[in-house]
């Protein structure tokens, strides 16, 4: 089983500042890792897939890169609406059993 | 507009049944993955099972397998959960998710959540 590690646990900046969040997979997943945010309160929202594709409707300073066990979600200029738990998430080769990570928590100073 | 929504959740005791659903609308339901996705209070995402647009495959994360069911009905557009033998570490709000187009990968739409909760 592949285990998804995030760092840090939580991030504190300040709005227009850049913010890196981590995900390290146990072994490589080429580059079949996505990226979600949740805001307190609401489901998952997907913004990333195959590391570094946005998903429909994600505003471009979000962006993703990375592969086979180390990938980067970079957030370039921080918004107040960005504050969330941010995930990341991966799918085995088969069967279909995807992992998580257990999230980063992004605070607004 | 693509939405799912779940019903089904509530207040159970440890050994008992509950049978979750989740309704689909704006886009052919038929032809997606779907999944369940379960989230414990204050905790992380668990993928907790899913199954194949046609219904002909099942797979399960191991701390569900032989008591947790997934299955569909693609004439209702509607994905279902029984779940049997349920535990306290089954407490969570219990997302369906749809399969990113084109993939069997990510979720790219999610239900808003029921939550069951386990205790006597």
Redesign the interface.
């Known amino acids: 089983e592949i285990v998804l590690t995030q760092s840090p646990a939580t991030l504190s900046l300040s709005p227009g500042e850049r913010a890196t969040l981590s995900c390290r997979a146990s072994q490589s997943v080429s580059s079949?890792l996505?990226w979600?945010q949740?805001k307190p309160g609401q489901?998952?929202?997907?913004l990333i897939?195959d590391a570094s594709n946005r998903?429909?409707g994600i505003p471009g300073r979000f962006s993703g890169s990375g592969s086979g066990t180390d990938f980067t979600l970079t957030i370039s200029s921080l918004q107040p609406e960005d504050i969330a738990v941010y995930?990341c998430?991966q799918?085995g080769k088969w069967?279909?059993?995807?992992?998580?990570?257990?999230?980063t928590k992004l605070e607004i100073k | 507009e693509v939405q799912l929504m779940e019903s089904g959740g509530g207040l159970v005791q440890p050994g008992g049944s509950l049978r979750l659903s989740c309704t689909a609308s704006g886009f052919t339901f038929r032809t997606y993955?779907m999944?369940w996705?379960r989230q414990a209070p204050g905790k992380?995402?668990?993928?907790v099972a899913?199954i194949k647009p046609d219904g002909s495959e099942t797979?399960y994360?191991d701390s569900v397998k032989g008591r947790f069911i997934i299955s569909r009905d693609n004439a209702k557009n509607s994905l279902y959960l029984q779940m049997n033998s349920l535990r306290a570490e089954d407490t969570a709000v219990y997302?369906c998710a749809r399969d990113?187009t084109g993939?069997?990968?990510?979720?790219?739409y999610?239900?808003?959540?029921t939550l069951v909760t386990v205790s006597s």
């Open positions: 079949f996505a979600y949740q489901a998952p929202r997907l897939y998903a429909t995930y998430q799918r069967p279909p059993w995807y992992t998580f990570g257990q999230g | 993955w999944s996705v992380g995402l668990e993928w899913n797979y994360v997302y990113l993939t069997v990968a990510y979720f790219d999610w239900g808003q959540g």
